[in-house]
Nanobody
Framework: QVQLVESGGGLVQPGGSLRLSCAASGSIVRARAMAWYRQAPGKQRELVAIQLGGSTTYADSVKGRFTISRDNARSTVYLQMDSLKPGDTAVYYC??????????????WGQGTQVTVSS
């Protein structure tokens, strides 16, 4: 079992920045992938950014504004969000995927952190 705890959300004005953190209870070095998702009211959860193997992918809507990074020693993944827009308002979730000893892919989710972009 891996527990993920997000932090860093809050209220920010348009054009501002926030950095989200996701602290994992286990090593993230073994993770197959680490990702951030978000879910706005009335909308489906969507992928924001993912580190899968050696590659990083971003949603088109956040390219050039958001950056996913990790600190393996701290078992923490970050999402730096710059030039925030009202459309970025959502609950942001951390996601981790690990292979079990049987080779099954297991997903873990954090509890989410609210990001509100408003003047």
């Amino acid at each position: 079992q891996v527990q993920l705890v997000e932090s860093g959300g809050g209220l920010v004005q348009p054009g501002g920045s926030l950095r989200l953190s996701c602290a994992a209870s286990g090593s993230i070095v073994r993770a197959r992938a680490m990702a951030w998702y978000r879910q706005a009211p009335g909308k489906q959860r969507e992928l924001v950014a993912i580190q899968l193997g050696g590659s990083t992918t971003y949603a088109d809507s956040v390219k050039g504004r958001f950056t996913i990074s990790r600190d393996n020693a701290r078992s923490t993944v970050y999402l730096q969000m710059d030039s925030l827009k009202p459309g970025d308002t959502a609950v942001y979730y951390c996601n981790a995927r690990y292979y079990s000893v049987n080779g099954d892919l297991i997903e873990y989710w954090g509890q989410g952190t609210q990001v509100t972009v408003s003047s």
